[in-house]
């Protein structure tokens, strides 16, 4: 979701010149946001190929007005912070008015504000004074299903005849008669756990839903729902926003034949058991079917049509798109006279969480390479997965391991989203007690998986109580860690991982190669440090090498067919205690250390 597939289990004027370097070897913190490397009107227009993203969880990020749950209000409050980390665009989970089961998934109302949030002119504001400080507001866009509280469907089952009816995914169980209830349509689940399916007794059928009971599934083989969706973004669209990230979008469609889902199996034969106690199944026939397409390709007409929206550029469309391999992630781009995704996330890279060099060389690879000319979203983390300390912390190195993570995410080529508080090393902290769990999953499959709690805890501003995220109770405890890990002891130390990602964002917007050069693998029989140069016309080439051990290594960056030519770099940005080297056939790295350098 929100959860596809919860893979923590189972992404514009001149150059402003050379970046200061501290006596550690790591640049200032600007504290001006960046512009890109070159201005023109193709680059405003495409703002987002380049484009840094910050996902904000809005219960968990600043509240306003001492309630415990964060706001709009307290969003506002803190763009400063925002423009000076150097962020494009707010994707904002969702907001709309919701009986909060699943947090905002389950929508009852897609065109208002949910009071906890705030109001409409509360969000006007937000849009209005982030537009003033360059950052566009992104909204979540759930289609695959709404509450069960929403008029569509409280109007849907009132009755078989009602016009509402076929807005959802209604079936009859199998063996089903006038006065016996019938078996469940088919064996497939809900991504929550158990039978996708629920019986509702006053109409006598079951209606599906992919993920939690209250959250049924709409029906997109009826055009009505279609438009209904066309004027939602509309509405949003006039208000100003920059675009939408786009929830769950490769479930919107299921097998019209209702065939069962396969069982997965081990290679004796035995099934799998999910982390609910369910049978494990392929959800083939409930995920990633062709229908979609033509239904972005909707979707993206209606956005093209209203034009900026008082930024310069185009409106743009996130997927949440966890799929397979890059074959199918370049489906979700669309054609050039049928264009859907301006940005698929590519969830391959990002959470195959283990440090596995092969496997992140051919990953980056994939995206850089097999997309043709369409711009890859790299993402590692979001609200629905364990932080990365978590997927690839070590408990010893974290910091560190961090520092190599963001620099595939800032140093490659394409658009940036990370999440709130990975800025700062924010850890995933998860209840200890079932009775604290507020998350729908936490609930249902408690103890082996404890849900989503731990990485959706609030932001942690500075060591005052509550982290300065609130005066009242806050929604989720605040982590213990948030005493030393936090922004404002971050802030001033040239050192910590707050002015790592400043430096590394700095230079995504301000050297030429790493705005819009390609990607080149280097020292690609490597199987300890990955490498790789940026190039771009007419602008020095940079390298880069990050140590996925806990060993110091040494890399020849210069062997090879695509090595190096020259044989020294000017250092732009490396870990801390690193060293300058000498040449680029020596490039010395610490445990879990960075080098980046422009060549000479």
């Known amino acids: 979701m929100h959860w596809t597939k919860r893979i923590a289990a189972c992404a514009i004027s001149l150059f402003?010149?050379?970046?200061?370097?501290?006596?550690?070897?790591?640049?200032?913190?600007?504290?001006?946001?960046?512009?890109?490397?070159?201005?023109?009107?193709?680059?405003?227009q495409d703002w987002w190929k380049n484009a840094v993203i910050c996902e904000i969880y809005p219960r968990s990020f600043q509240d306003s007005n001492g309630d415990g749950i964060g706001d709009l209000n307290g969003i506002t409050q803190r763009l400063d912070y925002l423009k000076t980390l150097g962020v494009d665009a707010i994707w904002l989970s969702p907001?709309?008015?919701?009986?909060?089961?699943?947090?905002?998934?389950?929508?009852?109302?897609?065109?208002?504000?949910?009071?906890?949030?705030?109001?409409?002119?509360?969000?006007?504001?937000?849009?209005?004074?982030?537009?003033?400080?360059?950052?566009?507001?992104?909204?979540?866009?759930?289609?695959?299903?709404?509450?069960?509280?929403?008029?569509?469907?409280?109007e849907s089952r009132s009755s078989r005849n009602n016009p509402y009816r076929d807005w959802y995914v209604w079936h009859d169980g199998k063996g089903e008669t006038a006065t016996e209830k019938g078996e469940v349509p088919n064996n497939w689940q809900s991504d929550f756990g158990h039978s996708a399916w629920e019986w509702d007794e006053k109409t006598r059928q079951y209606y599906y839903h992919k993920f939690y009971i209250q959250q049924p599934d709409l029906n997109w083989d009826n055009p009505k729902v279609h438009q209904a969706f066309k004027d939602i973004i509309g509405f949003w669209l006039k208000r100003g926003v920059g675009g939408f990230r786009f929830d769950a979008i490769?479930?919107?469609?299921?097998?019209?034949?209702?065939?069962?889902?396969?069982?997965?199996?081990?290679?004796?034969?035995?099934?799998?058991?999910?982390?609910?106690?369910?049978?494990?199944?392929?959800?083939?026939?409930?995920?990633?079917?062709?229908?979609?397409?033509?239904?972005?390709?909707?979707?993206?007409?209606?956005?093209?049509?209203?034009?900026?929206?008082?930024f310069p550029g185009t409106r743009v469309l996130i997927g949440e798109t966890?799929?397979?391999?890059?074959?199918?992630?370049?489906?979700?781009?669309?054609?050039?006279?049928?264009?859907?995704?301006?940005?698929?996330m590519d969830t391959q890279i990002g959470f195959i969480n283990k440090l596995d060099v092969a496997?992140?060389?051919?990953?980056?690879?994939?995206?850089?390479?097999?997309?043709?000319?369409?711009?890859?979203?790299?993402?590692?983390?979001?609200?629905?997965?364990?932080?990365?300390?978590?997927?690839?912390?070590?408990?010893?190195?974290?910091?560190?391991?961090?520092?190599v993570i963001s620099t595939m995410l800032f140093a490659s080529r394409g658009t940036a989203l990370f999440y709130y508080g990975d800025e700062i090393g924010m850890k995933t902290t998860p209840p200890t007690r079932k009775e604290d769990v507020k998350d729908p999953v936490g609930l249902t499959g408690w103890p082996k998986d404890k849900g989503r709690d731990g990485e959706r805890t609030p932001m942690q501003w500075d060591a005052t109580t509550n982290a300065?995220?609130?005066?009242?109770?806050?929604?989720?405890?605040?982590?213990?860690?948030?005493?030393?890990?936090?922004?404002?002891?971050?802030?001033?130390?040239?050192?910590?991982?707050?002015?790592?990602?400043?430096?590394?964002?700095?230079?995504?917007?301000?050297?030429?190669?790493?705005?819009?050069?390609?990607?080149?693998?280097?020292?690609?029989?490597?199987?300890?440090?990955?490498?790789?140069?940026?190039k771009?016309?007419?602008?020095?080439?940079?390298?880069?090498?990050?140590?996925?051990?806990?060993?110091?290594?040494?890399?020849?960056?210069?062997?090879?067919?695509?090595?190096?030519?020259?044989?020294?770099?000017?250092?732009?940005?490396?870990s801390p205690g690193g060293t300058d080297p000498a040449s680029l056939d020596k490039v010395e790295l610490g445990p879990f250390g960075v080098y980046i350098g422009e060549v000479k």
């Open 16 to 44: 402003l010149g050379a970046v200061a370097l501290t006596a550690q070897g790591q640049p200032a913190p600007a504290s001006t946001p960046h512009q890109t490397a070159t201005t023109s009107s193709a680059n405003l």
């Open 95 to 154: 907001i709309y008015p919701s009986p909060q089961v699943d947090f905002g998934y389950d929508i009852s109302d897609y065109e208002n504000i949910d009071p906890q949030y705030g109001t409409l002119a509360d969000f006007d504001r937000l849009v209005a004074e982030a537009r003033k400080r360059h950052i566009r507001i992104l909204m979540d866009m759930v289609m695959n299903h709404s509450s069960d509280k929403h008029k569509w469907f409280e």
């Open 250 to 310: 490769t479930t919107l469609f299921e097998d019209p034949n209702l065939t069962d889902d396969d069982v997965l199996k081990d290679k004796d034969g035995k099934p799998f058991l999910n982390a609910y106690g369910d049978v494990a199944l392929n959800d083939t026939r409930t995920n990633n079917l062709p229908g979609t397409h033509p239904v972005m390709q909707e979707m993206r007409v209606v956005s093209d049509k209203f034009g900026s929206g008082g």
């Open 322 to 344: 966890y799929l397979p391999n890059i074959g199918e992630l370049a489906k979700q781009y669309g054609t050039p006279d049928k264009p859907e995704f301006q940005l698929p």
């Open 359 to 403: 496997a992140f060389r051919a990953k980056l690879n994939d995206a850089e390479t097999q997309l043709g000319s369409n711009i890859p979203l790299i993402v590692f983390d979001n609200h629905d997965n364990a932080r990365l300390d978590a997927r690839y912390g070590d408990g010893v190195h974290d910091t560190d391991i961090q520092r």
């Open 468 to 534: 300065g995220f609130t005066t009242g109770t806050p929604w989720l405890p605040v982590p213990p860690t948030y005493t030393t890990v936090n922004v404002k002891a971050e802030e001033p130390q040239p050192d910590s991982l707050l002015s790592w990602y400043k430096s590394l964002i700095a230079l995504k917007k301000d050297n030429p190669a790493f705005a819009h050069g390609d990607n080149v693998m280097l020292d690609t029989e490597n199987t300890k440090v990955l490498s790789w140069m940026r």
């Open 536 to 574: 771009a016309a007419g602008a020095p080439q940079v390298v880069v090498a990050v140590n996925f051990t806990a060993d110091a290594q040494t890399v020849n960056l210069t062997t090879g067919d695509a090595g190096v030519k020259a044989g020294h770099a000017k250092t732009l940005l490396k």
